[in-house]
């Protein structure tokens, strides 16, 4: 979806990097995130403060090779390296699709998937991932389990104001972002998280380190490009060159996909889908309602198997198994090129009973 809007800004963000540069491992080594180049960590403190969904004041900035590598090592740096038995990690279903097999794809001897937070029972300490808004149903989130020697990690890949009014700035031990949300660029595999412990940022970096000695270069020096076009004109109100900002564009089409989206599946009463209630939102300065990047859709009308049923009428989704809940639900992405999205809303539209 977001190919249109930068495509429309030209060479704004074209970076050209010459063969000798950006060769050795370090970019800062006073650093505690040695491999972290300062002028994309400078973009995202200003990104930020721009939107004003984060606080970075006094805080630790780790990148990652996306959010994913991030996550993996925030669960490293959190987990007790002494402990006779893996910390429980667990999130409140529907949870993101991938925790269960990241966190237990190498078996590790730190940490262990336990489940949907809701039912979790287990004395001792745990790891607990707050995802707001949730993918994949876009609601926001908040701590469930609630008990001593829980330990929180935030992911707010989707707390932008494309997809949800931004309330206040998020204030929490360690928070998890991604180019790939944010801006479009997935495949740039930039992530950073915003961490408040020092112990556990050092212990994150170490974990890159191992993993990847380091993260690309190339790639934050062109995350930081993307970054600085998208605060710019927030910054120079006066530049009549500005033209249409990044967030305007992305709400916009959001708003208009949704309002389709919505329209096809009243029009064929085969499917609901969630309401979101409406919030003030800081960074627009309105009364917006949500509009996540995925779909949650379930399927009305005694269907069991709604991945199945829609795969027959050629719309590929996600069934609700994968994220910890019954197949009558599935996700469908919102972010698809134009043509993609019209086509699958025409087609939802027309399936009845």
């Not at 949907?116 to 949730?134: D, H, M, R």
């Not at 412990?197 to 970096?205: G, H, L, P, W």
Request: with cysteine.
């Amino acid at each position: 979806m977001y190919e249109k809007y930068w495509q429309q800004m030209g060479d704004k963000t074209t970076v050209v990097i010459p063969g000798w540069q950006y060769m050795s491992y370090f970019s800062d080594i006073s650093n505690i995130c040695w491999f972290l180049e300062p002028e994309f960590a400078k973009q995202v403190v200003r990104l930020h403060k721009v939107v004003g969904n984060a606080v970075t004041d006094g805080r630790h900035i780790v990148v990652g090779t996306g959010s994913s590598q991030l996550y993996l090592a925030a669960l490293f740096a959190l987990s007790p390296s002494d402990a006779s038995e893996p910390i429980s990690v667990v999130s409140q279903a529907p949870y993101y699709s991938s925790y269960p097999s990241m966190t237990d794809c190498l078996k590790s001897g730190l940490y262990k998937w336990a489940g949907e937070a809701q039912n979790f029972s287990k004395e001792g300490p745990y790891i607990e991932l707050v995802t707001s808004p949730n993918n994949p149903d876009g609601t926001a989130r908040h701590s469930v389990v609630n008990r001593n020697k829980g330990i929180l990690l935030h992911d707010l890949a989707y707390y932008w104001p494309q997809y949800t009014p931004i309330s206040s700035p998020a204030d929490h031990e360690l928070m998890l972002f991604t180019v790939s949300k944010s801006t479009g660029h997935a495949g740039m595999r930039i992530g950073w998280a915003i961490v408040k412990d020092k112990e556990v940022a050092k212990r994150m970096t170490k974990f890159v380190e191992l993993n990847t000695i380091g993260v690309s270069k190339d790639s934050q020096i062109r995350a930081a490009k993307v970054l600085k076009a998208v605060s710019d004109p927030y910054e120079h109100v006066d530049d009549s060159e500005v033209g249409e900002t990044f967030f305007d564009f992305s709400y916009h089409s959001m708003a208009e996909r949704w309002k389709l989206l919505r329209e096809a599946v009243e029009h064929s009463g085969m499917f609901s889908l969630p309401k979101f209630p409406p919030a003030f939102c800081t960074f627009f300065n309105q009364v917006s309602e949500p509009r996540p990047a995925f779909a949650w859709l379930k399927c009305e009308n005694d269907i069991e198997d709604c991945e199945t049923f829609l795969r027959g009428h050629k719309i590929l989704t996600r069934g609700g198994k994968h994220f910890g809940v019954g197949p009558m639900y599935v996700r469908v992405s919102m972010l698809d090129r134009d043509e993609n999205f019209i086509r699958f809303v025409k087609r939802l539209s027309t399936i009845r009973v």
